[in-house]
């Protein structure tokens, strides 16, 4: 089967940098997806990583390590409308699917 | 192009009603997902469709529960004889033909149903 892990909620102040934690377990890993969520809204795609190291969009970046089942979404530069879940989900070879952790919640503060 | 549509956005059902929830994929998009959210949980997984295809339905209650992807017209989720438990977020999401990269995947805004 699989397991995701990610912390429930993070706090952080308005321009600051945070990093988000995500570790899985799965088989055939075919790629790991980053989603933020507002409240009431649909996912939005952030970062997709499926070879090691290190993929930066702007004020996000996302890390992949395979041989230990990690990565990290890091946020720099925040802002208040940054308060919002962010989802990590894993790909597997046998099938197109996303398989979603539980998401983090991270609030800005002032 | 207009992105995955689903309707309606919310649904109120009464214990014991039909619930049918309906999602267009984006122009192009011939695969269908749909997930469950609860409040303050993660997407959970339901079933993965393509055009007259179920290719992946283990996330799917065994009972009550069904999806159809037909040739023509939108993606149906159908929950019957709702109880107060089916209360969630419903979304669904599209991508294009073929598998590998980070494109596609694209969300609905999903259908809140509620059951009274």
């Known amino acids: 089967g699989q397991n995701i892990d990610q912390p429930t909620e993070m706090t952080a102040t308005e321009g600051a940098i945070v990093q988000i934690n995500c570790t899985y377990q799965?088989?055939?890993?075919?790629?790991l997806f980053w989603y933020q969520q507002h409240a009431g809204e649909a996912p939005t795609f952030l970062s997709y990583n499926v070879l090691d190291g290190l993929e930066e969009k702007g004020r996000f970046s996302s890390f992949l390590s395979r041989s230990k089942g990690y990565s990290y979404l890091l946020l720099k530069e925040l802002q208040m409308k940054d308060s919002a879940s962010y989802l990590c989900a894993v790909r597997t070879y046998n099938t197109d699917k996303l398989i979603f952790g539980t998401g983090t919640r991270l609030q800005v503060f002032p | 192009n207009a992105g995955v549509m689903q309707n309606p956005r919310h649904l109120v059902r009464r214990r014991g009603q039909e619930a049918r929830l309906r999602c267009s994929p984006m122009?192009?998009?011939?695969?269908v997902y749909w997930y469950r959210q609860l409040p303050e949980e993660g997407l959970k997984f339901m079933v993965y469709?393509?055009?007259?295809?179920?290719?992946?339905e283990s996330g799917m209650p065994k009972e009550r529960f069904s999806a159809e992807f037909p040739k023509e017209g939108p993606s149906i989720l159908r929950i019957q004889q709702v109880v107060r438990g089916d209360s969630a977020a419903y979304f669904c999401?599209?991508?294009?033909?073929?598998?590998?990269?980070?494109?596609?995947?694209?969300f609905g805004s999903g259908t809140r149903l509620t059951v009274v």
């Open positions: 469709l393509q055009k007259e295809n179920i290719i992946d």
């Open positions: 122009k192009g998009h011939s695969h």
């Open positions: 999401a599209s991508s294009p033909p073929g598998t590998g990269g980070w494109d596609g995947y694209t």
């Open positions: 799965t088989s055939g890993f075919n790629g």
